[in-house]
Nanobody, 118 residues
Framework: QVQLVESGGGLVQPGGSLRLSCAASGFTFSLHAMSWHRQAPGKERELVARITSIGDGTNYADSVKGRFTISRDNAKNTVYLQMNSLKPDDTAVYYC???????????WGQGTQVTVSS
């Protein structure tokens, strides 16, 4: 079955960095675009970044442009989110997603907590 397992979250000081990973299994990873989303307390879940199936195209929320980088390694079935210059407003649960496509349904990971605080 499809599984998306996030890791790499934690507590970091403002200005610091974290790299999130999402290990995928149960499907042909290289066929699917992937995305990262986040949800802060009391707020709606929002798209953070998206990457095409072969990694030749990316999109970012305006709030993270220039600070976050999404990438993928199709040989390792893993998508990453490198987060630099973190701000307290980046505090949220971060989710990995396989959006629905002609190749299959929408799937979400369980999420990983990122807390930016001094």
């Amino acid at each position: 079955q499809v599984q998306l397992v996030e890791s790499g979250g934690g507590l970091v000081q403002p200005g610091g960095s974290l790299r999130l990973s999402c290990a995928a299994s149960g499907f042909t990873f290289s066929l699917h675009a992937m995305s990262w989303h986040r949800q802060a307390p009391g707020k709606e879940r929002e798209l953070v970044a998206r990457i095409t199936s072969i990694g030749d195209g990316t999109n970012y929320a305006d709030s993270v442009k220039g600070r976050f980088t999404i990438s993928r390694d199709n040989a390792k079935n893993t998508v990453y989110l490198q987060m630099n210059s973190l701000k307290p407003d980046d505090t949220a649960v971060y989710y990995c997603r396989r959006p629905a496509s002609r190749w299959g349904s929408d799937y979400w990971g369980q999420g990983t907590q990122v807390t930016v605080s001094s």
